[in-house]
């Protein structure tokens, strides 16, 4: 439901508030590479060691951008991407579970430094959305299983550069996206006016990305 929302909302900025404020509208088509981590979990004993921390591994990402310029610098749009991995486990050792995929949807706000004709125009950008871990298929003792996909609330955070050439141009960027995952009780907490209460640790999985691509002007 929430990724459902996610996309209805981000195409409706892109039909109908896009077009009726836009000055400029950009198209980028980007792919990189994704540094991700997981989070940790209760101790798992098995024959084959001990686990207890479960993430991707890094992996290709690839996806888009559509953005509009609503004045001299300030840019709204929607930012899509995938990156196809594999789920791990590790402790004592490390072993695959299974192929996924991680597939993000952001609305974002960037700011473009310098005029906006400028041949090189470096950007900030943040963005408020969801991030979707797919499903795996596994075997488990020689029974295929599926363990199902997830979505969870996310931030994506990003800084870079856009070199244009009139309507054609080249976007480097490095991104952040953080995705809260699960919450651990971290023990009690006393305060002598509001009492005591059992305080948490949050647990995010991260993608730190690098990635370049293609950018139309419009």
Not at 167 to 174: E, F, K
Not at 175 to 200: Q, R
Request: with cysteine; hydrophobic share 40%; proline share 4%.
């Amino acid at each position: 439901m929430l990724k459902r929302g996610i996309v209805t909302a981000g195409l409706f900025l892109i039909t109908g508030v896009v077009p009726a404020f836009a000055q400029r509208v950009e198209v980028s088509g980007f792919v990189g590479w994704s540094i991700t981590d997981g989070v940790d979990s209760d101790p798992l004993v098995t024959a084959q060691g001990v686990f207890d921390t479960v993430e991707p591994d890094d992996a290709a990402i690839y996806g888009f951008t559509v953005g509009a310029l609503v004045g001299e610098a300030a840019e709204v749009g929607f930012r899509w991407a995938q990156q196809p991995t594999t789920l791990l486990v590790s402790g004592t050792s490390e072993r695959e579970i299974g192929d996924m995929s991680i597939t993000s949807y952001h609305g974002y706000f960037a700011y473009n430094f310098g005029e906006r004709d400028a041949p090189v125009r470096p950007f900030v950008l943040i963005g408020l959305g969801a991030t979707n871990y797919g499903s795996v298929d596994v075997t488990i003792a020689g029974v295929d299983r599926s363990l199902g996909g997830e979505t969870q609330f996310s931030t994506t955070w990003a800084a870079g550069v856009k070199v244009h050439a009139r309507a054609v141009g080249l976007r480097l960027a490095m991104e952040w996206t953080p995705t809260y995952i699960k919450t651990d009780e971290a023990g009690w907490w006393c305060d002598p006016y509001w009492g005591c209460y059992v305080v948490g640790n949050s647990q995010y999985s991260n993608q730190l990305q690098f990635n370049g691509g293609v950018t139309f002007r419009f």
